[in-house]
């Protein structure tokens, strides 16, 4: 099949590379030129393990190809995914101007019967407004299908080539015959292809998301609670992810959930909600819930230090989340702002994110060249994402490197009873 994407941001270069690689002929199409430049010389602008030998390996056999010349990729196609970027507005809701303007374009070249594909996270609706964008510069057929990605980043591309699910929103045969025929490599192994209509396709990945957020903000108000009584969030947390009507995903308490999709979609869901005159109360209080966590390792810190200004704090991680240099809606942000304002010197390293960390904090930081480096002379340590590195590390060397050796451990990496060995003055999330 002869596929464009329309997109070469997190989802579109995935999506692309994964086609791709399924045998399909795929062109990813972008209106950047340095970034499809930078594509055709093999160079992957984000980072994903496994992206840049998919692509690489994919471009060499003539399956994938990058251009900034919409209309062509659009007459040489028979689907279209538009995988453009939704920034959400300032009142929290999903802006679909890129979205829509994509879909104008396609329209204007379309030479034939084509399947366009939302393959961007978008509000419920959205798939009626392009079919109305295509249908007002087109007398040529064509059909609108809502398919929501669902990648974790870091594992996007086991989540594209071995699915738990395919949703797939179209409200017409052709479609989709094509789309079921599109994915059938995918789901060889008996991933259900769900075939819906589009608003509950759309509404499908925000419900997701902010299920699983709701999940975070209610382990964090556990271990919250585990604190003032005394209890223990990892004995709480064995306890009701062993019943099988709940389950062991998401139950880790931490320092709030960031990055791209949950802080938006959450508030993109709220928003949509109230425009049709509902109150997603729920969801109001997961966000407030995520904000006020994001704060409270800055408040352990200073209240152990009794007072940041003119200490040294070493912070280990950066992004929102290991594998990845993903630093939207990271708590490492918050964390470090308090700590800077405070008058605190800090000391960060992260193992990919650290370029994208230059952008954001400038000269206010000092960047390590490892997690030890960043040890040298700090009055304490925060722990905010859950790098595998960080999680054995040499803690006689820690301690040897530290003014004071204590650990302010926001992702629980260790346990109490093993930081009292180790000489460690020890704060985690939900555990005395």
């Known amino acids: 099949m002869r596929i464009a994407v329309v ?19 795929v062109v990813c199409v972008d209106k950047d030129d340095t970034k499809i430049r930078t594509l055709k010389r093999g160079k992957i602008p984000i980072y994903e393990p496994g992206l840049e030998e998919l692509v690489r390996r994919n471009r060499a056999e003539g399956r994938l190809t990058f251009t900034t010349t919409l209309p062509k990729a659009v007459r ?6 538009i995988a453009v970027g939704t920034p959400q507005g300032e009142d929290g809701s999903a802006d679909l101007k890129h979205v829509l303007g994509v879909a104008g374009e396609i329209a204007k070249a379309m030479n034939g019967y084509k399947v366009i594909v939302d393959k961007s996270t978008v509000p419920v609706g959205t798939s009626e407004k392009v079919r109305e964008v295509i249908r007002r510069a087109t007398t040529h057929p064509f059909s609108v299908v809502s398919n929501p990605e669902f990648l974790k980043q870091g ?8 699915p738990d699910r395919v949703v797939i929103g179209a409200e017409d045969a052709r479609a989709q015959e094509l789309m079921l025929e599109l994915y059938a490599p995918f789901t060889r192994t008996g991933a259900p292809i769900m075939v ?3 608003a509950s396709a759309e509404l499908s990945k925000y419900a997701a998301n902010a299920m699983l957020a709701s999940r975070i903000s209610f382990m964090n108000e556990v271990a919250n609670v585990c604190e003032v009584v005394g209890a223990d969030v990892d004995h709480v947390r064995k306890a009701i992810g062993s019943d099988r009507r709940i389950g062991n995903a998401f139950l880790f308490p931490g320092v709030g959930y960031g990055g791209s999709c949950f802080p938006k979609d959450v508030q993109a869901m709220i928003r949509f909600a109230s425009d049709h005159d509902y109150e997603f109360k729920i ?4 966000e407030k819930v995520n904000a006020l966590q994001k704060s409270r390792l800055f408040a352990k810190i200073k209240k152990h230090l009794g007072s940041v200004k003119g200490k040294t704090v070493a912070v280990w991680g950066l992004a929102f989340k290991p594998r990845t240099d993903d630093m939207r809606e990271a708590p490492s942000i918050p964390l470090i702002e308090s700590l800077v304002a405070a008058g605190a010197t800090v000391q960060a390293y992260d193992p990919e994110a650290m370029k994208i960390a230059r952008g954001l904090f400038g000269a206010k930081i000092t960047y390590s060249s490892s997690n030890y480096d960043a040890l040298k002379g700090a009055d304490c340590l925060a722990i ?10 040499d803690f006689e060397r820690m301690r040897s490197l530290m003014r004071s050796p204590v650990i302010f451990d926001g992702r629980n990496l260790f346990t109490p009873d093993q930081m009292k060995q180790s000489g460690f003055t020890y704060y985690s999330v939900g555990r005395s």
């Open 76 to 81: 040489d196609s028979s689907v279209i995914f």
């Open 283 to 286: 969801l109001e209080a997961v």
């Open 384 to 393: 905010v994402t859950e790098w595998n590195e960080f999680r054995r590390p």
């Open 196 to 198: 819906m209509d589009c």
């Open 7 to 25: 997109g070469t941001g997190y989802v579109g270069l995935v999506a692309g590379a994964c086609f791709a690689e399924s045998g399909n002929d």
């Open 155 to 162: 594992a996007a591309i086991d989540d594209f080539m071995k």
